[in-house]
């Protein structure tokens, strides 16, 4: 009898453990009406706060923990999300996606190609994907954007270490900076605000250029950048990355992603980094870059309960050091008395925020949506004998309400509003003749914007996809701006789809965060009374075409045009006269055209391509010269990536050069019209174990470096001392190694 009901137990076990089990398929219905499994697809149980992604042929299974009832939703790149409840009787789900046409909609999610551009979405969004980010070190954002040509990163100047973006040929203040669709590195954040985000904490960036929504704002001129953090309820319990290069530049990034329950889960991200050398490769008795410590921390929570709402909520905190100038500068000394020219800058930032959404009926189709963020950032510089220093305090609250009405018909509308106060101070050291003259101005500030918009989507099917959108702002001391936006995408064939975009784009600018270079110079710097408010227009078109080459997935060829008119724009001149820099309101002309063409393809299994051109022109009036093109700004830049990958990703190669264009040198360079064109090198390789990568790398392995990007630096207290001339590299040949180890739930 024992052996019996033995026997009838171990019978029975196995039926017990398969209705504890959900399994599963992911898929789509391709153009001929034929199925396509969809691998690495999402599927997301919120009660339970479970993520799961789908295998090589879109099959996935789920513990449904003895719960009676199981909500499933299923998500991918370029596809709407799909919804599906099992009762305690059904242990299988079966999702057929559709494709999503929404602006929005570009998610990464799960094994994808390093870069990709969204065939979905109205705007041209290339997406660097969290393989991209492992490609090179990308130790923050300012690293991350080797393999583009859309957007270049550069110096301000030689001695600080400030980075700074190009999009579009103008510099990134022009460009909107979002952290999940919340505006980031605005104001006294902006010189350094690349450096703060460090790479491993990204899932994801999208960049869309040209004019885009209404609804985070208007300033966007050239276009928007999106940063997408590791998430909540990622299924990563404990993730590292630690890095060291051969200057013992050391970080170490920490995650760690918890589901404490079938509503809360958070994330908790850490960064630290040390580059303790600061050595002068060039002789010039300037360090190349200065010595910095940063310590960098966040905390994101999300709330989901079963009726559908979502609060999420966080806060970072940050603190950076760097010290650079002479070599024989130390920390302490005191700047105003020493013998040698030195910089000391110091940066504190907290931010926080909260958003809530709540649907309005079963299917969140129609629901509404809060954010209110807030930022206080605070700045203490010295350059030489020149001080800088600053407090921000910065609030952004948008409230959203969006309809969907049906599957062709979509409409948003909201109220923004931002509020910033500066308290800012500059002490100015400058020259007359032989004679120091020291300078005190106050530059305290208040700036408010508030402002109604409406946006209208209308989706055809796969064929077409019009976005309009109309926005009026109010901005202190500036007035009222009415500004429209509209982009248009059009599928002509299948593979084959046009996108079109323009609209107005406004802002306040900050003239000494986003020109700290000026610093660093031995000038006065003269700022004009009056300064206005910066206003452009952008418009441009872009063709992209998929066909089928080799063995991969399909490969695309892309054509862009983009030109962006200034009526009103801040100018920051070196060039009017030698012992100034003059800031002063635009008198004419002001505007870019920039050509790109893309090619990515995967001719054979695991060997991708990425081949990428750039072409600007770049031209504005400054005060006695007339239409002049803008200094400092590359004419061209390619760039060309090649990855391969062995069998499971068990190794994988990457390579990328770049060429970058001359550009034209400012007057008081003499010795040259034009800088000179070069190529830098990247390479890396990296072993996959089971739970760890080991990678290793090198940087810049031409070795090319500007030669002597600090004019006068035998004699740094004068007027002829300049360090804000760079178009090159500052460092030469950089190699590192690293590894990143992940727990997986």
């Known amino acids: 009898m024992k052996k019996i009901l033995f026997l009838s137990l171990l019978l029975y076990i196995p039926s017990i453990l398969e209705s504890q089990t959900i399994s599963g398929l992911v898929s789509s219905v391709n153009a001929s009406g034929q199925k396509e499994v969809l691998p690495y697809a999402n599927v997301y149980w919120p009660e339970a706060g479970i993520s799961v992604e789908t295998d090589t042929k879109g099959r996935f299974t789920i513990n449904r923990k003895g719960k009676e009832s199981v909500t499933l939703i299923a998500s991918y790149i370029g596809f709407e999300k799909d919804t599906i409840t099992l009762d305690k009787n059904q242990n299988y789900a079966e999702f057929t996606l559709k494709e999503n046409n929404e602006l929005n909609a570009v998610k990464v999610l799960g094994v994808q190609s390093g870069t990709l551009l969204s065939k979905t979405t109205s705007l041209k969004t290339e997406v660097i994907t969290a393989a991209g980010l492992c490609k090179m070190a990308c130790c923050n954002l300012a690293e991350s954007f080797e393999n583009s040509a859309s957007v270049t990163v550069g110096y301000s100047d030689a001695i600080t270490g400030a980075r700074q973006i190009r999009l579009l040929g103008l510099n990134g203040s022009y460009t909107q900076m979002l952290d999940e669709n919340r505006p980031a590195m605005r104001g006294l954040a902006a010189p350094f605000g690349l450096s703060y985000v460090p790479g491993q904490w990204l899932e994801s960036i999208q960049i869309a250029k040209g004019p885009s929504s209404v609804v985070n704002g208007l300033e ?25 290069a051969d200057n013992m530049r050391t970080e170490a990034n920490v995650a760690s992603s918890l589901q404490l329950n079938e509503k809360w889960s958070t994330v908790l991200l850490g960064h630290i980094s040390n580059d303790p050398q600061g050595h002068d490769g060039n002789h010039d008795g300037f360090r190349d870059e200065p010595v910095a410590s940063q310590i960098n921390i966040s905390n994101r929570w999300l709330y989901a309960p079963a009726d559908g709402i979502q609060l999420r909520f966080g806060f970072r905190a ?20 020493s013998q040698y020219w030195g910089s000391r800058v110091k940066n504190r930032g907290l931010n926080s925020y909260v958003k809530l959404g709540i649907p309005l009926n079963a299917d969140n189709s129609m629901n509404i949506a809060g954010v209110v963020d807030y930022t206080w950032h605070d700045i203490d510089g010295i350059f030489g004998r020149k001080e800088y220093t600053g407090t921000q305090n910065s609030l952004f609250v948008n409230l959203i309400f969006q309809n969907e009405i049906n599957e062709n018909h979509k409409i948003i509308a909201g109220i923004s509003g931002v509020y910033d106060k500066y308290d800012e101070y500059l002490h100015d050291y400058y020259f007359v003749g032989n004679n120091g003259v020291a300078e005190d101005r106050p530059l305290p500030s208040k700036h408010k914007m508030a402002g109604a918009y409406a946006e209208y989507t209308y989706t055809g099917g796969e064929k077409i996809t019009v976005v309009t959108g109309l926005r009026l702002d109010r901005y202190s001391k500036y007035g009222y701006y009415l500004a429209p936006r509209l982009s248009v995408k059009y599928s002509i064939i299948e593979d084959l789809v046009l996108r079109a975009n323009l609209g107005r784009g406004v802002r306040k600018s900050n003239v000494i965060s986003d020109n700290l270079g000026i610093l660093s110079t031995g000038r006065q710097i003269v700022i004009d009374p009056g300064l206005d408010i910066e ?46 820099v ?19 393809s995967e001719p054979i299994k695991r060997f991708k391509i990425l081949a990428t051109m750039r072409f600007t022109d770049a031209k504005a009036e400054l005060e006695g010269q007339g239409l002049v093109e803008r200094p400092l700004t590359s004419r061209y830049k390619g760039v060309l990536n090649l990855q391969y990958a062995t069998s499971m990703n068990k190794w994988t190669f990457d390579f990328t050069a770049q060429l970058n264009g001359p550009s034209k040198m400012p007057s008081f360079i003499s010795d040259m019209d034009e800088s000179p064109r070069y190529g830098v090198l990247f390479a890396q390789v990296t072993k996959k ?57």
Do not use: C
């Open 318 to 337: 940050l603190k950076d050091d760097r010290l650079g100038g002479q070599s024989q500068f130390k920390k302490g000394d005191d700047h105003l008395t």
């Open 220 to 244: 966007a001129i050239t276009g928007q950048i999106n940063l997408e953090h590791r998430k909540p309820t990622d299924e990563k319990p404990f993730f590292i990355n630690l890095f060291l």
């Open 535 to 580: 206003d452009a227009w952008t418009y441009g078109a872009n063709l992209t075409g998929y066909f089928h080459l080799g063995e991969g997935e399909k490969s695309t060829v892309s054509f862009e045009y983009f030109r962006t008119d200034f009526s009103s724009q801040i100018i920051v001149d070196q060039e009017r006269e030698f012992s100034k």
């Open 689 to 745: 174990f089971k739970d760890l990568d080991v990678y290793i790398g090198g940087e810049n392995l031409t070795g090319y470096r500007q030669k002597h990007p600090i004019l006068n630096s035998e004699n740094p207290f004068s007027t002829g001392f300049n360090s804000s001339a760079i178009w090159g590299p500052l460092m030469g040949v950089r190699l590192y190694a690293g590894l990143r180890f992940t727990i997986w739930k």
């Open 582 to 600: 003059w800031i002063y309101n635009l008198d004419g002309k002001s505007f870019t055209n920039n050509w790109q063409v893309d090619f990515t």
